[in-house]
């Protein structure tokens, strides 16, 4: 079974400080993607990558960046986090060609105070 | 830009019951239509997909049928059951863009 696993389930932050959410798969997938999730959005895409070192910006970049040194590990950063930021955060992964079933995390609540 | 409505926001059913959730999207070179369901404290989950090259797809319980020419796209749940309650997101593809639906709300009432 594919198992994508995120840092934290919950996280509090201060408006201002730098955050790091971190996502790992270990099933060698090539693509890797990160939402935000809020209600009555679905999910927003905000960045995602196709290779080590490789990323594209999604829909909603603004806010973030993000690391992808291996190819197992994902992280998005907030390089400053504002309150406007809290919300559920999901990482996915997807094997192969990218019209193909992505793999969730169980997700990060953050909430930025 | 392209989006994905999708309806009801909310539904309730009766255990035995069937369930409808309906999507319309607006990108026509979408070719990938996926369903995912996400239970209380876990990630979406893909329980059916269907492709442009293909009208309806059946796994058991559940069904997905797609119209390109009026981009709808449908989830059918027949003899829902307490454990199918949790909520559902449609969601229409193009390469690496994937554009999700709002979600809909399934209660199933035992």
């Known amino acids: 079974d594919v198992k994508v696993t995120q840092s934290s389930r919950y996280l509090v932050k201060r408006t201002g400080e730098k955050v790091f959410l971190e996502c790992v798969q270990d099933?060698?997938?090539?693509?890797m993607f990160w939402y935000r999730q809020d209600p009555g959005l679905g999910l927003r895409l905000i960045y995602f990558?196709?290779?080590?070192?490789?990323?594209e910006k999604g829909d909603i970049p603004e806010g973030y960046s993000v690391s992808r040194e291996k190819k197992e590990r994902f992280s998005l950063i907030l390089e400053s986090a504002s309150t406007n930021q809290t919300s559920m955060y999901l990482c996915?992964?997807?094997?192969?060609?990218?019209?193909?079933?992505?793999?969730f995390g169980p997700g990060t609540r953050l909430t930025v105070l | 830009g392209e989006n994905v409505e999708q309806h009801p926001s909310t539904l309730s059913v009766q255990e035995g019951d069937s369930a409808v959730i309906k999507c319309t999207y607006s990108?026509?070179?979408?070719?990938?239509f996926p369903w995912y369901k996400q239970e209380l404290g876990k990630g979406p989950q893909l329980i059916i997909d269907?492709?442009?090259?293909?009208g309806e797809k059946k796994d058991q319980r559940i069904a997905v049928t797609l119209n390109k020419t009026a981009k709808h796209f449908s989830l059918h749940i027949t003899e829902t059951q307490p454990e199918d309650s949790a909520v559902y997101f449609c969601?229409?593809?193009?390469?690496?863009?994937?554009?999700f639906g709002a979600g809909t709300r399934l209660f199933v009432k035992a």
């Open positions: 990558s196709y290779d080590v070192k490789m990323k």
């Open positions: 269907i492709r442009s090259n293909v």
């Open positions: 990108d026509s070179a979408s070719n990938y």
């Open positions: 996915a992964s997807i094997l192969g060609r990218v019209n193909n079933e992505q793999f």
């Open positions: 099933m060698d997938h090539e693509n």
């Open positions: 969601a229409a593809s193009r390469g690496f863009k994937t554009i």
